[in-house]
């Protein structure tokens, strides 16, 4: 991958970054609607599975032949991870987020 392409892939993936954080703080005047995972401390919520929805849909959008490993059920069942595969974690640190902390 040359220098170039490597450098329009960051610039595409932070402006998707900065309108997922848009979406974020805006959905956090609403009531979070929480579910559990694993077990009672693995949670998600429906921001969560917006935002990595979100970055999905623009991955594959604009990047069709991509691979994509999503936290939230919304990536590819990929056999390898040759080429260029991104590696969703829609908002790292759920639990802060639903208690509203900064840190996450």
Same mark, same amino acid.
Not at 20 to 34: D, F, N, T, V
């Given at each position: +991958?040359?220098?170039?392409?490597?450098? %329009?892939?960051? $610039?595409?993936?932070? =402006?998707?970054?900065?309108? /997922?954080?848009?979406?974020?703080? $805006?959905? +956090? %005047?609403?009531? @979070?609607?929480? $579910? !559990?995972?694993?077990?009672?401390?693995? @949670?998600? !919520?429906?921001?969560?599975?917006?935002? =990595?929805? *979100?970055?999905?849909? /623009?991955?594959?959008? %604009?990047?069709?032949?991509?691979? @994509?490993? &999503? =936290? $939230? &059920?919304?990536?590819? /069942? @990929?056999?390898?991870?040759?080429? !260029?595969?991104?590696?969703?974690?829609?908002?790292?640190?759920? +639990?802060?987020?639903?208690? %509203?902390?900064? =840190? *996450?």
């Amino acid at each position: +991958m040359d220098s170039d392409y490597r450098n %329009q892939l960051f $610039e595409q993936a932070k =402006e998707w970054i900065f309108s /997922a954080g848009k979406r974020i703080r $805006e959905s +956090m %005047q609403e009531p @979070l609607q929480i $579910e !559990t995972k694993s077990d009672e401390n693995d @949670l998600v !919520t429906i921001v969560d599975k917006q935002t =990595e929805n *979100f970055f999905a849909s /623009a991955i594959r959008s %604009q990047y069709p032949d991509h691979g @994509l490993l &999503g =936290e $939230e &059920g919304y990536g590819d /069942a @990929l056999d390898n991870l040759d080429g !260029t595969v991104w590696i969703i974690d829609p908002i790292d640190g759920t +639990m802060n987020f639903v208690h %509203q902390k900064k =840190e *996450f």
